[in-house]
């Protein structure tokens, strides 16, 4: 029996990609599969992300090992040695026991082998099919053979076979027989799959057909991802953001919010939970992009409850944002054409504007359910429902499906590759090979003269190949490579990366050359010539040079540190003894739980004590109470920590060290018995009954403002349910809530519909005016104002509950650890969506509380995804850093600094023992940050000698 | 008026299909951004279903709010949490003291529960109006034969009457009995309650709307005919 996936992943957006990295790092081998033509999911149409604006897909590329990775932007495809891409798929049915699933796949024909295609468009210019391009949102059109993401490599057509004639014009007019039109949808079973991880994520809403957005009548309303496109430089409109009516430049834009989500006659009673962030960035970049400053987003809560959201708020609004609530409730056209809106302004005042574009902040489709087969035994679902999430809220829950799939590697004994680089150091002999691409590079560059400069000045010899990306080709290239006994080659074709992963296992020194570029750049044969020498020259002078790259390695501490024995580091350790990996708790106090006292869900607080016995009882975790960590130093791999425990001080040497010290309620005090914490109340209610009549409660208390400016998370779901249980207790209990904006995300809107449905009275304050609070005898009086009725209130109340929210541990971490902190306090990974758990510091991760608010089970799910990322290297044997590292020239470093400070990856240290400064192979990324900083030229990036560089510059300069 | 459970707004007015009671009002604004009079003399329908989930009803009583409302329904058609509107303008109106009600609609609501049009014309006059608008169209070439049917049984449209056809705009009349000669379509009008304008509707009154609508029933049922049709 073939058993050669550990593991099926089931959609190939961001989840997909990042749980069949977590395995494929492990040497795990995944089958990764899309019903969609290409990979990528949604986010292959997105280029900027919150909270930099830029997009960083990349940082989810693996840093240890990278060359496994054989890329550099994860946009253009994925590509690992250990991910074999199945397109076109979807899963039929899933049989058998973990260890031993039998799944048939459903699989769509693409039309087009790619092994084969070229990518020369002829097919595309005699298709007679002209369609809308869903990729750009409707706004641009395509033919029925396309390209379905622009930026992908390769770039391979495939046919959309919905709107495909059959006419056969591209079949008889591809020049390498690469298209087959004939194929239906075929059944494929394959046997022997350790599990199934299903990340098929979720649809977006559709508006049209709602007659209130008018989308079929007014060309200048679009969704939010339309919206993106037009921003975008492989967009429509190829970057020039222009509305779709009449080519306007766009200026002013109307983010219509909460479109099919928080509907309850639509049947969407959830919060979609990304929008007001995604409206919040599209505004951001907007007003950047075309120095405009009067666009406006109109919603009801604007749910920014992400750690950083708040203050990125505030950025927006400083661009000159409006935010109005008002929720919208139809699109009109105004006299001159222009999309035109009323709304409710700030004093019950109706107003009509008109904008140059509608942009509708679509959520998460209505009623869609997980295929029946998720109830299978080994097939774990990413989400609970198909779902809409923030993109660290997915990698967290990636790698929480990940850990699991890979216990059944682990368990059912799969096979794992790792890498196995062996670096050839005999003396340089290279040789250059030309793929002609079909006629493409016969026709446009002079390849005669090429070969012929290149053997008379430099004594080199080139072979020009048909296709080198065919199964042909890529043979003959192979035997020329045998027959010359070639050691560093040179190829030129259209594209690289397909290359650079079918010779990563090669111990050639490759350099690859995009002829399409200088094809597409350049406007005559001449000239493209010309250009293409150069670059060929300028690669042999590095490929000469080039020094091999001994590969270090070292052996790993097989043991993890965890600091911290609250619910995410319970979680860490409990995974990573799972995986073999032994475990060091240190925990402050003397019990294990941390935050547990204050949880008031039955099945949390169950599951947590379930985790508190377990990891008590593992043989495999030590745990040390009333104890902190006091001083740390060492590598990825090769940590050693000081821990001190009742005035003893012990070392501990693990190969990693999870943060888990989490933190807990911001700090309250008021004397009065009258005056209760939400967290507090939460407990209260668990055991009896609340007495009070009119009970009041205050949101945002001392949060969301300075210098506490970030939401909690997760007060108000708690709020949410401490007034349905009083109002279970006693129906005609007043209560009154004061809100800035209910961050009731995903599916805690439910309890926010549930609440107002047992009459729960919600007022909302501005962040300027808390609502007064007077003390009486009998109670208190709060006094506010009322937007809706526009007047001053006074409520009576007879207990008054604060929401005080969430603050991280000061346990100066930050300082020990050499790790970023927040201005809040919370310590920072090294990318907010793309690696959430992962610090600056290679081998150290951060979870739960101490990094971020989260409820408990997210904690938990945080703390099992930083395990998953500390098993990369805790699995390894040795660790191997990439060939391309910084060094330093001891003789020459001044010991500045400069270089420490300004690694962007915390690789480089000071030596304790002899104050030189040094380079972490295992973290250098091989950036070059440190060598443009340093003022002496002490710093040398491996690759990139000064000499080689300089012949290289020189050539190109011709 | 006090707020005893059985009397509210909110208790007392009809639901839609999703169980929309007013409390499930987010105030999220788009009844207020889209009703067409947001703004006049105060109105918001946004403030009005909050004040009925606050339970001040008698306010609302008071004031002109309920009787600003056009009852178009554009707000409710948007709603996200489906809160009949409408029904509760209706309801708040349906408490107002009937010497309070604005107009002459609750007079015509009188009228017609005592002499069955909302006028008051005596049914004398009715019946020379509609025998002397059959005579008229009777006239015109081709429609020789028409004789306007009272009372008639086993028609296929019982056709009530907007008392303004029958006052002061006879002529549409005319132009519809011309169309339902020409289409061969077999109709009859009832010689007494024949009001087609159900007020009831508009001033909040139940009761009054049931009696008039069970006229009509009772007309369908005794003249045994399949189709009603009200004529504007």
């Given at each position: 029996?073939?058993?050669?996936f550990?593991?099926?992943?089931?959609?190939?957006?961001?989840?997909?990609?990042?749980?069949?990295?977590?395995?494929?790092?492990?040497?795990?081998?995944?089958?990764?599969?899309?019903?969609?033509?290409?990979?990528?999911?949604?986010?292959?149409?997105?280029?900027?992300?919150?909270?930099?604006?830029?997009?960083?897909?990349?940082?989810?590329?693996?840093?240890?090992?990278?060359?496994?990775g054989?890329?550099?932007?994860?946009?253009?495809?994925?590509?690992?040695?250990?991910?074999?891409?199945?397109?076109?798929?979807?899963?039929?049915?899933?049989k058998g026991?973990?260890?031993?699933?039998?799944?048939?796949?459903?699989?769509?024909?693409?039309?087009?082998?790619?092994?084969?295609?070229?990518?020369?468009?002829?097919?595309?210019?005699?298709?007679?099919?002209?369609v809308?391009?869903?990729?750009?949102?409707?706004?641009?059109?395509?033919?029925a053979?396309?390209?379905?993401?622009?930026?992908?490599?390769p770039?391979?057509?495939?046919?959309?076979?919905?709107?495909?004639t059959?006419c056969?014009?591209?079949?008889?007019?591809?020049?390498?027989?690469?298209?087959?039109?004939?194929?239906d949808?075929?059944?494929?079973?394959?046997?022997?799959?350790?599990?199934?991880?299903?990340a098929?994520?979720?649809?977006?809403y559709?508006?049209?057909?709602?007659?209130?957005?008018?989308?079929?009548?007014i060309?200048?309303?679009?969704?939010?991802t339309?919206f993106?496109?037009?921003?975008?430089?492989?967009?429509?409109?190829?970057?020039?953001?222009?509305?779709p009516?009449?080519?306007?430049?766009?200026?002013?834009?109307?983010?219509?919010?909460?479109?099919?989500?928080?509907?309850?006659?639509?049947?969407?009673?959830?919060?979609?939970?990304?929008c007001?962030?995604?409206?919040?960035?599209?505004?951001?970049?907007?007003?950047?992009?075309?120095?405009?400053?009067?666009?406006?987003?109109?919603?009801?809560?604007?749910?920014?409850?992400?750690?950083d959201?708040?203050?990125?708020?505030?950025?927006?609004?400083?661009?000159?944002?409006?935010?109005?609530?008002?929720?919208?409730?139809s699109?009109?056209?105004?006299?001159?054409?222009?999309?035109?809106?009323?709304?409710?302004?700030?004093?019950?005042?109706?107003?009509?504007?008109?904008?140059?574009?509608?942009?509708?902040?679509?959520?998460?489709?209505?009623?869609?359910?997980?295929?029946?087969?998720?109830?299978?035994?080994?097939?774990?679902?990413?989400?609970e429902?198909?779902?809409?999430?923030?993109?660290?809220?997915?990698?967290?829950n990636?790698?929480?499906?990940?850990?699991k799939?890979?216990?059944?590697?682990?368990?059912?004994?799969?096979?794992?590759?790792?890498s196995?680089?062996?670096?050839?150091?005999?003396d340089?002999?290279?040789?250059?090979?030309?793929?002609?691409?079909?006629?493409?590079?016969?026709?446009?560059?002079?390849?005669?003269?090429?070969?012929?400069?290149?053997?008379?000045?430099?004594?080199?010899?080139?072979?020009?190949i048909?296709?080198?990306?065919?199964?042909?080709?890529?043979?003959e290239?192979?035997?020329?490579?045998?027959?010359?006994?070639?050691?560093?080659?040179?190829?030129?074709?259209?594209?690289?990366q397909?290359?650079s992963?079918?010779?990563?296992?090669?111990?050639?020194?490759?350099?690859?050359?995009?002829?399409?570029?200088?094809?597409?750049?350049?406007?005559?044969?001449?000239e493209?010539?010309?250009?293409?020498?150069?670059e060929?020259?300028?690669?042999?002078?590095?490929?000469?040079?080039?020094?091999?790259?001994?590969?270090?390695?070292?052996?790993?501490?097989?043991?993890?540190?965890?600091?911290?024995?609250?619910?995410?580091?319970?979680?860490?350790?409990?995974?990573?003894?799972?995986s073999?990996?032994?475990?060091?708790?240190?925990?402050?106090?003397?019990?294990l739980?941390?935050?547990?006292?204050?949880?008031?869900?039955?099945?949390v607080?169950?599951?947590?004590k379930?985790?508190?016995?377990?990891?008590?009882?593992?043989?495999?975790i030590?745990?040390?109470?009333?104890?902190?960590?006091?001083?740390?130093?060492g590598?990825?791999?090769?940590?050693?920590?000081?821990?001190?425990?009742?005035n003893?001080?012990?070392?501990v040497?693990?190969?990693?060290?999870?943060?888990?010290?989490?933190?807990?309620k911001?700090?309250?005090?008021?004397?009065?018995?009258?005056?209760?914490?939400?967290?507090?109340?939460?407990?209260?209610l668990?055991?009896?009954?609340?007495?009070?009549?009119?009970?009041?409660?205050m949101?945002?208390?001392?949060s969301?403002?300075?210098?506490?400016?970030?939401?909690?998370?997760?007060?108000?779901?708690?709020?949410?349910?401490?007034?349905?249980?009083?109002?279970e207790?006693?129906?005609?209990?007043?209560?009154?809530?004061?809100?800035?904006?209910?961050?009731?995300?995903?599916?805690?809107?439910?309890?926010?519909?549930?609440?107002?449905?047992?009459?729960?009275?919600?007022?909302?304050?501005?962040?300027?005016?808390y609502?007064?609070?007077?003390?009486?005898?009998?109670?208190?009086?709060?006094?506010?104002?009322?937007?809706?009725?526009n007047?001053?209130?006074?409520?009576?109340?007879d207990?008054?509950?604060?929401?005080?929210?969430?603050?991280?541990?000061?346990?100066?971490?930050?300082?020990?650890?050499?790790?970023?902190?927040?201005?809040?306090?919370?310590?920072?990974?090294?990318?907010?969506?793309?690696?959430?758990?992962?610090?600056?510091?290679?081998?150290?991760?951060?979870?739960?509380?101490?990094?971020?608010?989260?409820?408990?089970?997210?904690?938990?799910?945080?703390?099992?995804?930083?395990?998953?990322?500390?098993?990369?290297?805790?699995?390894?044997?040795?660790?191997?850093?990439?060939?391309?590292?910084?060094?330093?020239?001891?003789?020459?470093?001044?010991?500045?600094?400069?270089?420490?400070?300004?690694?962007?990856?915390?690789?480089?240290?000071?030596?304790?023992?002899?104050?030189?400064?040094?380079?972490?192979?295992?973290?250098?990324?091989?950036?070059?940050?440190?060598?443009?900083?340093?003022?002496?030229?002490?710093?040398?990036?491996?690759?990139?000698?000064?000499?080689?560089?300089?012949?290289?510059?020189?050539?190109?300069?011709? | 008026?006090?707020?005893?459970?059985?009397?509210?707004?909110?208790?007392?007015?009809?639901?839609?299909?999703?169980?929309?009671?007013?409390?499930?009002?987010?105030?999220?604004?788009?009844?207020?951004?889209?009703?067409?009079i947001?703004?006049?003399?105060?109105?918001?329908?946004?403030?009005?279903?909050?004040m009925?989930?606050?339970?001040?009803?008698?306010?609302?009583?008071?004031?002109?709010?309920?009787w600003?409302?056009?009852?178009?329904?554009?707000?409710?058609?948007?709603?996200?949490?489906?809160?009949?509107?409408?029904?509760?303008?209706r309801?708040?109106?349906?408490?107002?003291?009937?010497?309070?009600?604005?107009g002459?609609?609750?007079?015509?609501?009188?009228?017609?529960?005592?002499?069955?049009?909302?006028?008051g014309?005596?049914?004398e006059?009715?019946?020379?109006i509609?025998?002397?608008?059959?005579?008229?169209?009777?006239?015109?070439?081709?429609?020789?034969e028409?004789?306007?049917?009272?009372?008639?049984?086993?028609?296929?449209?019982?056709?009530?009457?907007?008392?303004?056809?029958?006052?002061?705009?006879?002529?549409?009349?005319?132009?519809?009995?011309?169309?339902?000669?020409?289409?061969?379509?077999?109709f009859?009008?009832?010689?007494?309650?024949?009001?087609?304008?159900?007020?009831?509707?508009?001033?909040?009154?139940?009761?009054?709307?049931?009696?008039?609508?069970g006229?009509?029933v009772?007309?369908?049922?005794?003249?045994k005919?399949?189709?009603l049709?009200?004529?504007?």
């Open positions: 029996m073939d058993r050669k550990s593991t099926l992943v089931a959609g190939a957006g961001i989840s997909g990609v990042r749980a069949a990295l977590d395995l494929a790092e492990l040497g795990y081998r995944v089958l990764l599969i899309d019903k969609k033509a290409s990979a990528g999911g949604i986010l292959s149409q997105l280029d900027y992300q919150f909270p930099n604006d830029h997009c960083g897909m990349c940082r989810t590329l693996p840093m240890i090992d990278r060359n496994n054989a890329q550099f932007c994860l946009r253009k495809g994925i590509f690992h040695k250990n991910i074999t891409f199945m397109p076109g798929c979807e899963i039929e049915t899933v026991t973990p260890g031993n699933l039998s799944i048939s796949l459903k699989r769509s024909p693409l039309g087009v082998d790619p092994e084969k295609c070229t990518g020369c468009l002829s097919c595309e210019s005699v298709c007679p099919v002209t809308k391009e869903d990729f750009n949102g409707n706004l641009s059109q395509r033919k053979i396309y390209l379905p993401v622009p930026h992908n490599i770039n391979k057509r495939v046919i959309d076979f919905e709107s495909c059959k056969g014009e591209c079949v008889s007019e591809c020049p390498t027989n690469a298209i087959d039109i004939t194929k949808v075929g059944i494929e079973t394959i046997d022997g799959i350790g599990s199934v991880i299903l098929t994520g979720t649809e977006l559709n508006p049209d057909g709602v007659d209130l957005y008018n989308t079929s009548k060309k200048d309303v679009v969704t939010a339309a993106e496109r037009i921003m975008s430089s492989s967009g429509p409109y190829k970057g020039k953001i222009q509305r009516s009449d080519g306007k430049e766009i200026k002013k834009v109307a983010f219509i919010q909460c479109v099919g989500s928080r509907n309850l006659m639509i049947g969407a009673d959830y919060c979609s939970s990304v007001c962030m995604f409206a919040l960035k599209e505004a951001a970049l907007l007003a950047e992009k075309t120095k405009s400053s009067d666009s406006a987003i109109f919603c009801m809560d604007l749910r920014t409850f992400s750690r959201g708040e203050r990125y708020k505030e950025r927006v609004k400083e661009k000159g944002v409006r935010f109005i609530r008002s929720r919208i409730h699109v009109e056209k105004d006299d001159s054409g222009n999309p035109s809106i009323s709304y409710v302004d700030a004093d019950g005042k109706q107003k009509s504007e008109s904008f140059d574009l509608v942009v509708l902040s679509t959520g998460k489709s209505q009623n869609l359910t997980h295929p029946s087969f998720i109830e299978n035994e080994g097939v774990f679902g990413i989400s429902t198909p779902d809409f999430k923030e993109i660290s809220d997915s990698m967290i990636s790698s929480f499906a990940s850990s799939a890979i216990q059944i590697a682990k368990e059912y004994d799969y096979e794992t590759k790792k196995s680089t062996q670096i050839n150091d005999d340089p002999k290279l040789h250059i090979i030309l793929c002609s691409c079909g006629n493409l590079f016969k026709e446009n560059v002079d390849l005669t003269k090429i070969t012929e400069d290149i053997s008379r000045i430099y004594g080199i010899g080139i072979t020009t048909d296709q080198a990306c065919s199964l042909e080709g890529w043979s290239l192979k035997s020329i490579i045998d027959e010359k006994g070639v050691n560093r080659l040179i190829i030129g074709a259209c594209n690289p397909i290359f992963t079918k010779l990563s296992d090669n111990s050639l020194l490759t350099e690859i050359i995009t002829l399409a570029e200088h094809i597409s750049d350049t406007e005559s044969v001449d493209a010539t010309k250009s293409i020498l150069s060929i020259a300028s690669s042999i002078g590095r490929l000469k040079k080039y020094t091999p790259q001994k590969v270090r390695s070292m052996n790993i501490s097989k043991r993890a540190l965890v600091l911290g024995g609250g619910i995410s580091g319970l979680s860490s350790a409990k995974t990573l003894s799972d073999g990996v032994p475990v060091t708790i240190v925990e402050k106090s003397d019990k739980g941390g935050n547990l006292p204050f949880i008031s869900d039955e099945t607080i169950k599951s947590i379930n985790l508190i016995e377990k990891v008590s009882s593992d043989s495999n030590d745990i040390l109470f009333n104890s902190e960590l006091s001083s740390h130093k590598v990825p791999g090769k940590f050693e920590s000081v821990i001190s425990k009742e003893t001080e012990l070392i040497q693990t190969g990693s060290i999870i943060v888990a010290t989490g933190g807990g911001a700090s309250f005090d008021d004397e009065n018995e009258r005056v209760k914490t939400t967290f507090d109340l939460s407990i209260e668990m055991e009896k009954k609340v007495d009070a009549k009119n009970i009041v409660m949101q945002c208390k001392d969301r403002v300075e210098p506490f400016n970030y939401c909690s998370r997760i007060c108000c779901g708690k709020a949410l349910d401490n007034a349905i249980k009083i109002k207790q006693n129906p005609d209990a007043k209560i009154t809530m004061f809100y800035r904006d209910i961050m009731a995300y995903g599916d805690i809107e439910k309890k926010y519909t549930e609440a107002r449905r047992r009459g729960v009275i919600f007022k909302r304050f501005e962040k300027e005016k609502p007064e609070v007077i003390s009486n005898d009998n109670g208190f009086t709060i006094k506010a104002f009322d937007f809706i009725l007047e001053d209130i006074e409520i009576k109340a207990l008054l509950v604060y929401s005080t929210g969430v603050a991280p541990q000061v346990d100066n971490l930050e300082k020990t650890l050499k790790l970023k902190t927040t201005v809040d306090g919370f310590i920072k990974e090294v990318d907010f969506k793309f690696r959430p758990v992962d610090t600056g510091k290679e081998g150290i991760f951060i979870c739960g509380l101490r990094r971020n608010p989260a409820n408990a089970s997210e904690a938990e799910k945080e703390g099992v995804s930083a395990a998953q990322r500390a098993l990369r290297l805790l699995n390894s044997e040795i660790l191997i850093s990439s060939g391309q590292v910084a060094h330093v020239r001891h003789s020459i470093c001044s010991r500045c600094n400069a270089c420490v400070t300004a690694c962007p990856y915390t690789a480089r240290f000071v030596s304790v023992e002899d104050r030189k400064v040094y380079v972490d192979d295992i973290s250098c990324q091989g950036c070059g940050t440190c060598a443009s900083v340093c003022p002496n030229n002490a710093t040398i990036i491996e690759g990139f000698e000064e000499k080689g560089i300089l012949d290289s510059i020189e050539a190109a300069l011709g | 008026m006090e707020n005893s459970k059985d009397k509210t707004v909110k208790d007392l007015a009809p639901l839609r299909d999703i169980k929309s009671s007013p409390e499930l009002c987010m105030s999220c604004g788009t009844c207020s951004a889209g009703c067409p947001t703004g006049q003399d105060g109105f918001d329908p946004r403030k009005i279903v909050g009925v989930i606050e339970g001040r009803d008698q306010e609302l009583v008071e004031s002109n709010l309920p600003l409302c056009t009852m178009c329904a554009k707000c409710e058609h948007a709603c996200p949490m489906g809160i009949n509107i409408t029904g509760i303008v309801t708040i109106r349906g408490l107002v003291d009937r010497d309070k009600v604005p002459m609609i609750h007079k015509g609501v009188e009228l017609c529960l005592e002499t069955g049009n909302n006028i014309l005596p049914s006059d009715f019946d020379f509609i025998e002397d608008v059959g005579e008229e169209v009777a006239e015109e070439e081709g429609y020789e028409f004789a306007a049917p009272i009372d008639k049984e086993n028609a296929n449209i019982l056709h009530t009457l907007h008392n303004k056809l029958v006052n002061t705009q006879n002529e549409d009349l005319v132009h519809w009995w011309k169309i339902f000669h020409a289409a061969d379509e077999s009859t009008i009832p010689s007494e309650n024949w009001e087609g304008v159900n007020w009831g509707l508009f001033s909040g009154d139940d009761e009054s709307m049931k009696t008039v609508v006229r009509i009772e007309h369908m049922e005794k003249l005919v399949k189709n049709m009200y004529p504007e």
